[in-house]
């Protein structure tokens, strides 16, 4: 079984770009949910997506968007990045034929904007 | 609006000793509980988890949570600490509604092992 993998594992950018990161969801799991981990901090939930439509988003400006892919696998896109959008951003998939409150993480990708 | 509330931010417990992580929740809903431990500059890995059967629940790496719902706890417990131990360890509660389960994380806790 394959567990959920992430890419890129680092990324620096500056300040005002735009940056793109991969997930590829667990073998099985239709849902996938993106976290920003600020250094030192929990996880915080940006946003779900189910069937390719957005499914419950958290307190994140609208330059954050994703996408879903038919082979479940998902984007998260930032815009217009600010230094504090450094962080490790993590995926997380899950089931929600199982119940989907159970959530299995990937590595993360690491941002740093100068 | 779910919480977790995760008392001190770092535990240090010598090798052998009992490890306790403390755990508090507030949830409008009978909650789903989870506990998640992250190792150095990598994800985070599902310790364990309660969703209503047993409140004792056992997970991996000999670690066992038990949930109280009078206290609104859910505190981390092992009862000899290991090295392989050292890491942060996250609570976290779910909402029940299945097709949009967002994790609600506490600030973690940093748990150090002494030789």
């Known amino acids: 079984e394959t567990g959920v993998t992430q890419s890129p594992t680092h990324l620096i950018k500056t300040r005002g770009q735009q940056v793109t990161l991969r997930c590829s969801s667990q073998?099985?799991?239709?849902?996938v949910s993106w976290y920003q981990q600020a250094l030192g901090q929990g996880p915080q939930f940006i946003f779900q997506?189910?069937?390719?439509?957005?499914?419950g988003r958290g307190n994140f400006p609208p330059r954050f968007s994703g996408l879903q892919f038919p082979n479940y696998s998902s984007e998260l896109n930032v815009n217009a990045l600010e230094l504090d959008d450094s962080a490790l951003y993590l995926c997380?998939?899950?089931?929600?034929?199982?119940?989907?409150?159970?959530?299995?993480f990937g590595p993360g990708t690491r941002l740093l904007v100068l | 609006a779910q919480s977790v509330t995760q008392l001190g931010s770092h535990v240090s417990v010598s090798e052998g000793a009992l490890v306790l992580l403390r755990c508090n929740y507030s949830?409008?809903?009978?909650?789903?509980l989870f506990w998640y431990v992250q190792y150095p500059n990598q994800g985070l890995q599902l310790l364990l988890k309660?969703?209503?059967?047993?409140?004792l629940v056992k997970g991996i790496n000999g670690f066992e949570a038990e949930f109280k719902k009078s206290e609104t706890s859910f505190h981390l417990t092992k009862p000899s600490a290991h090295m392989s131990d050292a890491a942060e360890y996250f609570c976290?509660?779910?909402?029940?509604?299945?097709?949009?389960?967002?994790?609600?994380f506490g600030k973690g806790i940093t748990l150090s092992v002494r030789p």
């Open positions: 997380a998939s899950s089931s929600a034929q199982a119940g989907g409150e159970t959530q299995y």
């Open positions: 073998s099985g799991h239709n849902t």
């Open positions: 997506y189910y069937r390719e439509e957005e499914n």
């Open positions: 949830s409008s809903v009978p909650p789903y």
């Open positions: 309660y969703t209503s059967a047993a409140t």
């Open positions: 976290a509660v779910s909402d029940r509604d299945g097709a949009n389960s967002k994790l609600t």
